[in-house]
Structure formats: C-alpha cells, structure tokens
C-alpha cells in the first residue's frame, strides 16, 4: 500500500518520494486527488502497525505475535485493499492487467536468475 502511493505520487510528478508513513503520503496524494482523503483515518490505524510488526522489541511487553491477532490483520488488509483499488483506479489499472504484469515480472525474475546461474534453478537459501 505504502508503494501503491508512492506510485500515485511519481505518476503525478513528484520525484522526491521518500518516507514510510501511509498518513504524510496519502496528504501528498490528496494535494492531486482530493478522494483520498477518505482513507485519512485507514492510513492512520495502518500507521500504527509499522514499527511494532517489524521488530520483536518494539513492543514494551509482549511480542507482536501476542498483540495483534488475526482480526488486526483482517483489519488491516481491508483498509490497504481500499487504498490500493482507490490508487488502481485513479490511475486507469484495472486489476487483472495488475496480476498479468505481476506474473510476467516474477517469470522474468525467475528467467533472468537461471540464465545467471548457468541454466540451472537458483540455488536453495
């Protein structure tokens, strides 16, 4: 979701798209889009997983595992799929054409990797 806006914003020009924060994006985005801003408060609650779902010590007690349960995750991918069709849409995608690329890049990645490694299947990590 987070690379779903800053694709927004480099398809509108902008060039300096740096940051994490869906929040300080998603104002970016409302500057072109004043649609966005109805995901100002899912952009928040997204904000609030960043840091403590990354790293076993964010939290003061307790792991992340033991304080989001699987209703935060539900929660969450609702809200990031409600920005990333908001941004498919306002840029023309349509969803299929988005899985179609997706593949073809995976296939491609998978390609260019075993004509790197001699014809052979990448090596086991």
Do not use: W
């Amino acid at each position: 979701m987070e690379k779903a806006l800053k694709a927004f914003l480099l398809a509108h020009g902008e060039r300096n798209v740096r940051g994490h924060s869906a929040l300080e994006l998603l104002d970016r985005c409302v500057a072109f889009s004043a649609e966005f801003a109805r995901f100002r408060q899912d952009c928040r609650v997204l904000d609030r997983h960043y840091i403590p779902t990354r790293y076993p010590d964010a939290l003061p007690e307790g792991s992340p595992h033991e304080a989001f349960g699987s209703d935060d995750a539900d929660d969450a991918i609702r809200r990031a799929d409600g920005i990333l069709t908001a941004v498919r849409e306002s840029l023309g995608l349509r969803q299929d054409a988005v899985e179609a690329a997706d593949s073809e890049e995976d296939s491609a990645s998978a390609e260019d990797i075993r004509e790197n490694n001699g014809g052979n299947s990448p090596p086991h990590q």
